[in-house]
DNA sequence: CTCTCCCT
């Protein structure tokens, strides 16, 4: 457009915004707009919205979705224009939705790619790729060869094997040299810009990623793609209040994606690790997010743009309605929601304005009350953000000392705010140092400082009092307790841990520094309650981020829930 | 006895 950035033409996504009172062209995360909504539910300052990369179905653009339709029958006819760009949705599915809209078609920009299929079910897709790739190497011609897995376990193992095998090849001077690069979201920054540094001449490039090379990631040089045909997925289980992490297959339109990355640059191949007849029995698609997925904010926010019947808002893919039902619960026991199921004031309006889970936002309101919101800000800050302890695989025991350096008896909340406070304490320039020789993710912190800065301008705008509990952590876990109450648990004759509100029994993650209590050579007695921020059903229901407390503050601190859960036998 | 990936 030939203007300068920001100008007439700027972007917006948190903790960056370059657009000024001239920008007449914004692009901005789904996430960014539905934000905006909240100041503005009919999207009064845009002629035109148009929802890129919509068959993602984030959360963000499902409501979107809603939120749009709502906004255009509320302005005057024609006001609001809507363009949805899909590279799969289902186009009838959308037309149907937006009644007067058309579909439009345009051919996308791809080099053929020839896709083949096992004769045979595999029995292992690690070994499968693994061969597959020196297959690759040793009869195909020359460009590099992408492969995906489900997460940075099996890809660290999958390294070693495929080295190990590559060098035990019969040697054959024509036959390029192999270099293996793994890629997934946790890898540090100058690990990950490996991948984008075109290969070596007489070399062939092995990248084993995990979705992230789907579609956020693009690695260049790419002419063979091998499917494992798995992916780790995350699906909520509204009757647990876990999320459940586990290794499922693909659908189609995800094989079609991995696939496609081979045509990039020239005519590509794709090698499915599994049968044609099984790609057939695939689902068509993944599942939106907003169907598998912790609805409390979805529904805090629906709240807060006027809906009053979110049961039955008009989605694209309604959620079920139990997942709905105990959102309602729940923000009812935050006191989010009044009896009617009116957004409450202040509690409903402040934690719709945080741009965090409404228990987290519970907590720090709680906090200002009880004299000790600048811990709980940096432990909400740290909750907010990817695990900031690495285990690399060989420096496991080396790792773990230097974590333990930062551990608290009281748990990890507490443990992560001694992170945190130390790191915000490293002069900028030692910052990365400090954090390698801790083996403390260096993103994570950086992003948890980022979240920091920005509760703390919400915090502040909403009127939230700034204290300091200082060394006596009892206020900080008390206001844990406000907010995570459902999420209290008491020890159990064998060890596992059961949720008061649930009854369900769970076992404290082997992050957690609580987990080590208890055990016969940790010297430290097992702790009788807590309360946790979250579930994951991996192997086991794991809960993480566990914070030891008094069985006796929660009729203190929270009567209204624990008379119902107590009556209930919980 | 452990953490796919986005994003406010």
């Given at each position: 457009m030939g203007c300068k950035l920001g100008s007439q033409v700027g972007y917006c996504v948190r903790f960056d915004d370059r657009t000024g009172?001239?920008?007449r062209i914004k692009y901005m995360t789904d996430g960014m707009l539905l934000r905006e909504a909240l100041l503005d539910p009919l999207l009064q300052r845009y002629k035109v919205v148009i929802l890129d990369?919509?068959?993602?179905?984030?959360v963000a653009t499902d409501v979107l979705l809603g939120l749009l339709k709502a906004a255009a029958a509320g302005?005057?006819?024609?006001?609001l224009r809507l363009v949805v760009m899909s590279a799969t949705l289902d186009t009838q599915k959308l037309t149907a939705y937006f009644q007067g809209s058309q579909a439009a078609y345009i051919a996308g920009r791809q080099y053929p790619v020839q896709v083949m299929y096992t004769p045979a079910p595999e029995e292992s897709y690690v070994d499968a790729a693994i061969t597959t790739a020196l297959q690759i190497h040793c009869e195909e011609g020359p460009g590099d060869v992408l492969v995906f897995l489900t997460g940075q376990d099996e890809i660290e193992a999958c390294e070693r094997l495929l080295t190990d095998r590559a060098a035990s090849?019969?040697?054959?001077?024509a036959r390029l040299s192999l270099c293996v690069l793994p890629l997934y979201a946790a890898l540090p920054p100058e690990a990950q810009l490996r991948v984008f540094e075109r290969a070596a001449p007489g070399s062939r490039r092995v990248v084993l990623a995990?979705?992230?090379?789907?579609?956020s990631v693009t690695v260049p040089g790419v002419r063979f793609v091998v499917d494992s045909g798995m992916v780790k997925a995350r699906a909520y289980s509204p009757r647990l209040g876990a999320d459940c992490l586990q290794v499922v297959p693909v659908s189609q339109a995800q094989a079609r994606q991995r696939s496609g990355?081979?045509?990039?640059e020239g005519p590509g191949k794709a090698f499915r690790l599994y049968t044609e007849a099984a790609f057939a029995k695939l689902a068509p698609s993944t599942a939106p997010e907003i169907l598998r997925t912790n609805l409390s904010s979805v529904v805090l926010q629906l709240k807060a743009l006027g809906v009053r019947d979110v049961l039955g808002f008009d989605f694209l893919d309604p959620p079920p309605a139990p997942a709905l039902v105990r959102s309602l619960e729940l923000l009812l026991a935050l006191g989010a929601?009044?009896?009617?199921g009116d957004l409450a004031h202040p509690i409903g309006t402040s934690l719709a304005r945080l741009p965090v889970d409404p228990m987290f936002g519970r907590v720090l309101m709680a906090s200002a009350e009880l004299g000790c919101s600048e811990e709980a800000l940096a432990v909400i800050a740290m909750a907010s953000t990817d695990p900031v302890f690495q285990f690399p695989r060989e420096k496991r025991e080396e790792a773990a000392a230097a974590h333990a350096r930062f551990a608290s008896r009281e748990g990890d909340h507490l443990t992560a705010l001694a992170v945190f406070q130390r790191f915000v304490a490293q002069p900028r320039k030692q910052a990365a140092a400090w954090c390698r020789e801790g083996f403390l993710n260096a993103r994570s912190l950086a992003k948890a400082r980022d979240i920091h800065a920005q509760l703390r301008g919400h915090f502040q705008a909403l009127g939230l009092r700034l204290a300091s509990c200082g060394d006596d952590a009892t206020p900080l876990r008390q206001a844990l307790v406000m907010g995570l109450f459902s999420h209290a648990a008491r020890r159990q004759p064998g060890g596992t841990y059961r949720v008061?509100?649930?009854?369900q029994d769970v076992a404290l993650h082997?992050?957690?520094?609580?987990?080590?209590?208890?055990?016969?050579?940790?010297?430290v007695p097992a702790v009788d309650a807590v309360v946790f921020g979250e579930l994951v059903r991996t192997t086991r229901t794991y809960a993480r981020d566990v914070t030891a407390i008094d069985i006796n503050w929660l009729p203190q601190l929270v009567p209204n829930f624990f008379a119902r859960a107590a009556a209930a036998g919980g």
């Open positions: 009172p001239d920008t990369e919509a068959h993602e179905r984030t302005r005057p006819e024609g006001d090849l019969p040697p054959d001077p995990t979705n992230i090379a789907e579609t990355r081979a045509g990039r929601l009044t009896r009617e008061l509100a649930t009854g082997p992050s957690s520094a609580l987990a080590r209590a208890g055990g016969a050579r940790s010297g």
